[in-house]
């Protein structure tokens, strides 16, 4: 069984390694925009950011990402303000089409409604990890420039303060955006 294993990542190596002697690692920048729907948020919301991507071989590439997005719960009750960054794994099984796995730091203020700081429930900032995964395509326009749109899930787990008569029953912090960009060549 261990030698089966062992050639298999022998031949793998193999036929990877001309591909990789041919290929030369890319270097792209650029913002994005996107849409993005929380379950248990009172609308969909719009995020906006910038993409660090980094092709090191046709079929794998690294990407970070910082952004801006807010979001209110509990029909005004909290707002939240969040600012992620966040490192991808990209695969890309076909040239334009990509998936991957990455996490990132979320830094979230919960802004409560001036009738709850009244109350006795303070604003605050904390920082949770997230884990998301993607999908998309990526279109070169010309050598130098890239478009890019995909669809990502997040999951995200917030500790929503108890507010009273229930306003935040059921909210939730996962969600999923529609992104586009561009990606301009160093």
Same mark, same amino acid.
């Given at each position: 069984?261990?030698?089966?294993?062992?050639?298999?990542?022998?031949?793998?190596?193999?036929?990877?390694?001309?591909?990789?002697?041919?290929?030369?690692?890319?270097?792209? +920048? #650029?913002?994005?925009?996107?849409?993005?729907?929380?379950?248990?948020?009172?609308?969909?919301?719009?995020?906006?950011?910038?993409?660090?991507?980094?092709?090191?071989?046709?079929?794998?590439?690294? !990407?970070?990402?910082?952004?801006?997005?807010? !979001?209110?719960?509990?029909?005004?009750?909290?707002?939240?303000?969040?600012?992620?960054?966040?490192?991808?794994?990209?695969?890309?099984?076909?040239?334009?089409?990509?998936?991957?796995?990455?996490? #990132?730091?979320?830094?979230?203020?919960?802004?409560?409604?001036?009738?709850?700081?009244?109350?006795?429930?303070?604003?605050?900032?904390?920082? !949770?990890?997230?884990?998301?995964? +993607?999908?998309?395509? !990526?279109?070169?326009?010309?050598?130098?420039?890239?478009?890019?749109?995909?669809?990502?899930?997040?999951?995200?787990?917030?500790?929503?303060?108890?507010?009273?008569?229930?306003?935040?029953?059921?909210?939730?912090?996962?969600?999923?955006?529609?992104?586009?960009?561009?990606?301009?060549?160093?």
């Amino acid at each position: 069984m261990l030698s089966k294993l062992i050639a298999g990542i022998v031949l793998g190596i193999l036929i990877l390694l001309p591909i990789s002697a041919r290929s030369q690692a890319s270097f792209y +920048v #650029g913002p994005h925009l996107g849409a993005l729907k929380t379950d248990g948020a009172d609308a969909t919301n719009y995020l906006v950011g910038g993409t660090l991507r980094l092709k090191l071989m046709p079929a794998i590439g690294v !990407e970070g990402n910082i952004g801006y997005r807010q !979001e209110k719960f509990g029909n005004g009750a909290v707002t939240v303000k969040t600012w992620p960054v966040t490192v991808t794994g990209l695969l890309y099984p076909i040239p334009m089409i990509y998936g991957g796995l990455g996490g #990132g730091w979320y830094s979230t203020t919960f802004d409560y409604a001036d009738n709850f700081n009244q109350a006795g429930f303070a604003d605050e900032t904390v920082r !949770e990890f997230g884990y998301h995964l +993607v999908a998309g395509i !990526e279109i070169p326009a010309s050598p130098a420039v890239h478009v890019f749109g995909d669809v990502r899930f997040v999951f995200l787990d917030y500790d929503f303060e108890d507010l009273p008569g229930a306003v935040l029953d059921g909210a939730e912090s996962n969600f999923y955006s529609i992104n586009v960009g561009l990606l301009f060549r160093l």
